[in-house]
């Protein structure tokens, strides 16, 4: 049921933003000159998957953590589509591709080994990554690895159709912030 869900709500989505994905890619040729940023990810049963999003940092940032980035490698430009949250648009594509999930556990980076052991423990891997969920509307980033694998494995533990929904539908109204780059 999630997965129909899934797609039909990703076609939506990608559908309904197709105009906005049109301006904010010839935005960030403007802005870094490579819109699209790629990066592996852990997910379903730790399978290592391609994660897309719009670039909000400079080309030659390191592939770190966002909590572990420096302030100022984050573009002017990168700034307003993190604190708006279109950066995470082009997950649509990897939920109807079936690597993510509308709602679940973030993908976290393959060498985040604290956050990979603690999620084992708890079987979060069992599930397919999400744009959104319980750890997001907290605002639990992956800084606090166990505290975010804890938070992940409640969500799975009570996880429903109208969880699914009411995930969706706080992110939408703009709860949460997910990953924080820290001033140092």
Known sequence: ??????????????????????????????????????????????KTFTLFKFRTMKIDTASLPTHLAAPEAVTAFGRILRKTKLDELPQLW??????????????????????????????????????????QI?????SRPELLAKTDAEML????????????FLTLLGKGSGDQIREK
């Open 1 to 46: 049921m999630i997965r129909f869900f899934d797609l039909l709500l990703g076609s939506i989505g990608l559908l309904l933003f197709a105009p906005l994905f049109f301006v904010l890619i010839i935005l960030g040729f403007l802005d870094t000159g490579a819109p699209l940023f790629r990066q592996p990810r852990l997910g379903l049963h730790q």
């Open 157 to 168: 533990v009570s996880f429903s159709i109208i969880q699914y929904f009411k995930y969706i």
């Open 138 to 142: 907290r605002d639990i980033d992956m």
């Open 94 to 135: 990897n939920v109807l591709k079936g690597d993510m999930s509308l709602v679940g556990p973030r993908p976290c980076l393959p060498g985040q080994r604290s956050l990979i052991e603690a999620r084992k423990k708890l079987g979060v891997f069992s599930v397919r990554p999400g744009i959104t969920g319980l750890a």
